[in-house]
């Protein structure tokens, strides 16, 4: 009997809709514990309109004619030593912080979303995040291969899921997750599919793919497009869920906007990183990350968040302090790791008077005012021989978990700093979006493991800061931290190139 063809719509709804089943024994409810203890509210699962429209059949397809093309490529890398055609040695630095970063946080996506993906009612909702976590799952996946060749030829990428776990910098995008994915279900979704994937996600992936583009990493920009398709995909899986949820029931309303104000807030503090590597870490720059967040949020999001204006959801809170933040944040961020350049897991440097130049261009009303002295003073004091490494540990914000270095946007000359007390304790934050997340669920982040408070209360080894850095965190001292200037990264891509 010839099999009768379906089109894909079709195929779609029996792979969701048709899957489910009445529960004939069993409470509806308790099968789906999640789904009303953050006070959402879901009267018609019915109402989901399904994002991906994809088949599994189809899906495996397409991933792997993906997967084909992405391995030639990596295979093509090897073979003709892609390594050597990058731009300046300094470069892979950003590859070093981008797989100690980010690429965990890929493995944290495929776990969230796979939890998620048994918590919700409906069963639309349930393949979408099924298949996104399987999207996730890939894209770690590629990724380490993708920058595993770099391994051979330069230090720092030795050992980057134990560091991930450890390292002081690396809390800082590891909370980020570990927040999202100990919240419920509808606001991991929120959280990442909207704030992050929907709202943010080009400032992350177009300056780092760019950024490969323009410092010839081939092997990067290949795993960035062959994301991309992904991606195109889990940012209509944030925007159906947030429709979705507002139109369900308006009681979810505010509480969509609290987790869009805090989501917004934590995705800005954790984007600091890439701006810095943007300004600071990129030897051909791509474009300031003051431009960057012109064009993919003031512009792109502006236009969002009107049209998301008739569900009464506004603008995320303290948008326009971030505004301001953005002649600040990268100058900051790029300081806060020269001074602590012995403590990081890649090499730092002082910006070439080149590019010092082209920052004071890009940043006229706060480069020259308040960042190029201090590096001025870092190029006088290095030439003197006297180059100087913070020896107090920073102390960090309670929710962001980044040190204390942002200032205040009313004096930016003064750093930002907020405080609450909870049952006798006192807790520190970097801004009063910070502050505000913590008040709202005090007992959530009482918890948070902050880099620097367990090196002082002795759960970290040491009690020298070099044996934390050795045996704690497995940096080789000498060789993946302090200045790119003398460094064995350096010194062997002088031999290759001099060969
Ligand atoms: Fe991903
Ligand atoms: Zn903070």
């Known amino acids: ?76 890398f090897q073979q003709n030593n892609g390594h050597l055609n990058v731009s300046d040695p300094r470069y892979v ?34 393949v979408a ?30 050992d980057w899921t134990h560091m991930h776990d450890r390292v002081w910098y690396l809390s800082v995008p590891k909370s980020f997750f570990d927040d999202a994915r100990t919240g419920g279900p509808f606001e991991f979704l929120v959280a990442i599919s ?25 092997n990067t920009v290949t795993f960035g497009f062959s994301a991309q398709s992904d991606e195109a995909r889990h940012m209509t899986l944030g925007l159906e869920v947030i429709k979705f949820l507002l139109e369900q029931h308006e009681d979810n309303v505010p509480i969509v906007q609290k987790w869009i104000d805090k989501w917004f807030w934590r995705g800005c503090r ?15 720059k791509v474009m300031s990350w ?42 900051q961020a790029w300081w806060t790791f020269y001074a602590y350049g012995h403590a990081a897991g ?38 003197e021989g006297k180059r100087f490494y913070s020896q107090a540990l920073p102390q960090l914000c309670t929710t962001c978990q980044v040190p204390m270095m942002f200032t205040d946007m009313e004096n930016p000359g003064e750093l930002s700093y907020r405080s609450t007390e909870y049952k006798g304790e006192k807790y520190h934050f970097c801004s009063d979006g910070c502050c505000d997340i913590f008040k709202d669920e005090p007992e959530k982040y009482v918890q948070s493991w902050l880099p620097v408070h367990q090196i002082f209360q002795g759960n970290c080894g040491g009690p020298d800061v070099p044996d934390i850095l050795k045996d704690f965190y497995h940096f080789n001292l000498g ?16 031999q290759w190139k001099s060969a």
């Not at 996104?132 to 720092?156: C, W």
């Not at 954790?270 to 051909?284: A, K, Q, R």
């Open 270 to 284: 954790l984007l600091s990183l890439v701006g810095m590597m943007m300004d600071y870490m990129l030897p051909n």
């Open 1 to 76: 009997m010839a099999a009768k063809k379906l089109n894909l719509k079709d195929k779609y709804k029996l792979l969701t809709r048709d899957l489910d089943w009445e529960f004939s024994y069993e409470d509806r409810k308790e099968a789906f514990p999640y789904e009303e203890f953050e006070g959402i509210k879901i009267t018609d699962w019915s109402k989901w309109e399904d994002p991906f429209r994809l088949t599994m059949d189809a899906y495996w397809k397409y991933q792997a004619e993906k997967e084909k093309k992405l391995y030639a490529i990596f295979d093509a």
């Open 479 to 494: 060789a993946d931290n302090l200045d790119m200037k003398g460094s064995p990264d350096e010194e062997r891509w002088k």
């Open 93 to 126: 630095n950003a590859v070093k912080l981008f797989l100690t970063g980010v690429s965990p946080l890929e493995y944290q996506a495929y776990q969230g979303f796979a939890h998620v993906g048994r918590q919700f009612g409906g069963v639309g909702a349930r």
């Open 129 to 158: 995040c099924q298949m996104q976590s399987i999207d996730e799952l890939r894209h770690v996946q590629t990724q380490v291969h993708a920058m595993s060749p770099y391994n051979k030829f330069f230090d720092g990428f030795h």
């Open 194 to 218: 909207f704030s992050f994937e929907y709202v943010l996600t080009n400032l992350l992936f177009v300056p780092f793919m760019s950024g490969a583009a323009h410092n010839g990493d081939l």
């Open 290 to 331: 003051k431009e960057a967040w012109e064009v993919y949020f003031e512009e792109a999001g502006g236009a969002l968040f009107k049209d998301l204006a008739r569900y009464g959801i506004r603008m995320p809170k303290y948008a326009d302090v971030v505004e301001k933040e953005k002649e600040h944040v990268s100058h």
């Open 346 to 383: 890649f090499h730092t440097w002082i910006p070439t008077d080149k590019e010092l130049d082209w920052l004071s261009e890009k940043y006229p009303e706060t480069f020259d005012k308040y960042y190029r002295p201090r590096w001025e003073l870092a190029k006088k004091l290095e030439a």
